[in-house]
């Protein structure tokens, strides 16, 4: 089986920050870190729920959260992205100059706006070169927000390598971003 390289934290620091035209840090969370802040999903609807998912964390703590997922031309994945709703709201909004504001309402929502989900959306396109490897093609397949009840939220992605971390589009804010790669 192939593969695929995850970017480490200054290549997308310096992607972000060429793409969006504003600084960006982006840095590693360590394991003490991540056991506090786990990638989750709670959207306006599933609030009232009370879901509790494999971390033992209820899914109404975690922000909304969503994948985008990289495919090799036979259709296998190759890698995915999970970005919390901070992170997707701020690189979305920073992609096409927002109002930070903007950004700040659909965190209050809980969900992205048209708009920002379309940025969203170019900014994960934007990083499909970072899972390359010479001689095999990689192509965005989806976009979406992810279930609370989806492994690759909680931890368990399929085997491959993985890269959690912590993402601040200056003024935008922060955010956490998961990378997975086959």
Known sequence: ??????????????????MLDCPVTVK??????LRGKRLGVGSAERKAQDST??????????PNTWGA???VPDG??????????????????ALSMMPPESTELSLRNAELDELLEENFREVCNMLTPLFARPGIAISLKDVRPLPAASPWIHGSPPSGQRLDLEVTVE???Q???GLWAA
Do not use: K
């Open 53 to 62: 998912p494999s971390s033992g964390t209820p899914a109404s703590a975690f």
């Open 28 to 33: 590693r969370m360590g394991e003490a870190a």
């Open 76 to 93: 296998r994945l190759a890698a995915l992205c999970i970005f919390d709703l901070a992170a997707a709201a701020g690189l979305g909004g």
């Open 1 to 18: 089986m192939e593969r695929f390289r995850l970017p480490n934290a200054a290549v997308l620091a310096r992607l972000f920050t060429d």
């Open 171 to 173: 003024g935008y804010g």
């Open 69 to 71: 997922a990289y495919v």
């Open 175 to 177: 955010g956490s971003l």
